[in-house]
Each structure stands twice: as structure tokens, then as C-alpha cells.
């Protein structure tokens, strides 16, 4: 039955993705609590910020640092995140919206219920988890159904798969083109869940993950041996400058040397933070994106700041 929606609804959202949701489903005012990292729509900033990151913040890691330091808390089972109990407390929302897909990306639905029971508090948790675009649109549906807004998150859904369709009927007619996504450079990881699915949608053929799988950890051999026509650095919580910057050193290993997108100069780098990473209504930002890189003179230039070429030697 879910909730009836009411101006003194209070939404606690501890994912980028479902703060974004909650804004296209109209409930801004209703959200109450937020994570550090959500940013999008500008105003999610000015909400009460109830999740914090646990890893060092006293000066910008790498890639290679941040990676340790995920590690070595995940091998000692210790949170990446810190709820802020007291506030959660004086908020005493209704709805709680978080995730088990990744214990990387946010508070785990079991971290979250744990809290709730110290603090007595009896709110609804919504745990999103898709792995696949159609698990993701089914996703806004759930939350409206939670929400009372229904007919809106519908309507958003229905848009946004008439964009799907027009990238796959474009797709129907081109040739199927190699692409390596790249989630992390240091280690090199393979985007999974929803990107293998992309990158078929847009006539291209996703090298070394499957459909729904988790991204997985490879080897610059392997990726050469995959033999990628196309690179699309998309790494996980990157924003485009530094994806970017990040991007240039791809050049510079041996065995990607050998490879056609070497050859061609097809390294792409992305704003995957809003486009990417998160499994939020920009998706299909992202799917249009992932299509232009793909085959940039058969689909429309995307909007400044979302994707570059990435300049070789």
C-alpha cells in the first residue's frame, strides 16, 4: 500500500541517485535528510546532511590511495560511512531511501536498520538496487508507489524509455563497435551492472563484463587481448576535469598501445558521477552519451561538460 504522500512527508535520502528521484518526482520539499555526496539538484546541498564519508578528508587521495583505503576497511568489515544517528533521531523520517548494491556507494540497508532500531526509530526503508536499466526505471516506480506520486514517476519512466527505444532503433543499422568502459584506472576496473547493457543498446560490444554483473578488477593485458576499437573512462564518483586529467595517463600504458583506440585516439572521458555511477534519472544521459562515443557521427553531440576526447601523445 505504501505511503500516502502528505506536505509533512519527511524522505531521508541516503543515495545521489534517489535524492535526484525525489526531485523529478516533485518532493523536494518533503526531503529531509541527504548524504555528503549529493549534489544534484544544486538545492540538495542546502539539506541536512545525515551521511558522512568515513575515509580520510584532510586532503584530496588518488585513485590508488582511495582504493586502499577501500579496501583495507572492507577486508576489517569496517563502514564506509557514518549516519549522523542524533540527527536521523530528530528527523524521525518516514521514508528512508538507501541500497545494498554497493557497499562502496552508500550506507547498506542493514547498517541503516541497525541505526533505526538503537534510535527507536520506526521509519519505511526503501533499499534500491538495481542492476539493470529496467530494474532502475522499476526503481522510480516503487518510490512513487511509496510516495503517493505515482502517476508522476510513471510519467518520467515513460520518457525516459522513449529515449532508450530511440537509441536502440538508431543502433539497429550500425555496425557493432568494441568498447572497454572503464570504471577505476588504478587498478583497472570493468564497468558491470546497468553498462554492459548500455553499451549494447548503442551497437557496441562491451568487452570483459556481462550484463548485471558487479564490475570487475582486469588487467591491462586483458584488456589489450579484448582488442577495444573504443575506451570510455567513466571512473566511479569522478566528476568530468578530473576524469580528464586522469584519462591522459591510459596513453601511457604499454599494452594499451596495441589496441585500435590507441591507434584511432577513441579514449573518451565522462562525467560519471552524474551520469554513470549513479542510478538515477540522468541514466539515460548517459546511455546517450555512451551512443555518441560510440558512433559520434551517427548520434548527437552530447551537452558541454559531459564527455570529451581525450587527446593522445
Known amino acids: 500500500t505504501g505511503i500516502t504522500a502528505t506536505p509533512s512527508m519527511k524522505i531521508v535520502s541516503l543515495l545521489p541517485s534517489a535524492t535526484e528521484l525525489v526531485y523529478a518526482l516533485g518532493l523536494g520539499e518533503d526531503l529531509s535528510g541527504v548524504t555528503f555526496e549529493c549534489d544534484h539538484p544544486a538545492e540538495a546541498r542546502t539539506k541536512p546532511v545525515v551521511s558522512d564519508t568515513a575515509l580520510p578528508t584532510d586532503r584530496p587521495l ?8 577501500v579496501r583495507e576497511r572492507m577486508d576489517a568489515r569496517q563502514p564506509l560511512y557514518v549516519l549522523d544517528k542524533e540527527l536521523m533521531s530528530q528527523i524521525d523520517p518516514d521514508l528512508i531511501l538507501t541500497q545494498d548494491l554497493c557497499r562502496v556507494c552508500a550506507v547498506p540497508t542493514g547498517q541503516v536498520q541497525d ?19 529496467e530494474e532502475i526505471l522499476d526503481s522510480f516506480l516503487e ?16 520518457d525516459l524509455q522513449g529515449r532508450i527505444e530511440a537509441v536502440r532503433r538508431q543502433a539497429t543499422r550500425l555496425p557493432t563497435i568494441r568498447t572497454l568502459c572503464l570504471e577505476w584506472l588504478q ?3 570493468a564497468g558491470g551492472h546497468w553498462i554492459p547493457e548500455m553499451v549494447a543498446i548503442a551497437a557496441g560490444q562491451n568487452l570483459l563484463t556481462e550484463p548485471k554483473e558487479r564490475s570487475r578488477q582486469v588487467t591491462w593485458r586483458q584488456i589489450s587481448d579484448a582488442g577495444p576499437e573504443v575506451l570510455v573512462h567513466m571512473p566511479c564518483g569522478y566528476y568530468l576535469p578530473d576524469a580528464e586529467e586522469e584519462a591522459v595517463g591510459i596513453y601511457r600504458v604499454p599494452e594499451f598501445r596495441e589496441t585500435t583506440a590507441y591507434a584511432s585516439g577513441a579514449v573518451f572521458a565522462t562525467d560519471a558521477s552524474s551520469y554513470f555511477s549513479r542510478p538515477g534519472p540522468r541514466i539515460v544521459d548517459g546511455l546517450e552519451i555512451l551512443a555518441w562515443a560510440i558512433h559520434p557521427d551517427e548520434y548527437p553531440e552530447p551537452p558541454a561538460r559531459r564527455v570529451s576526447r581525450v587527446a593522445g601523445p
Open 62 to 69: 588518488d585513485a590508488v590511495e582511495i582504493d586502499a583505503e
Open 115 to 133: 541505526a533505526l532500531d538503537e534510535i527507536g526509530c520506526r521509519s519505511e526503508v526503501i533499499s534500491m538496487d538495481p542492476h539493470s536499466l
Open 143 to 158: 518510490v512513487g508507489r511509496a510516495t503517493g506520486t505515482e502517476t508522476v514517476a510513471k510519467e518520467l519512466v515513460d
Open 187 to 189: 587498478p583497472p576496473f
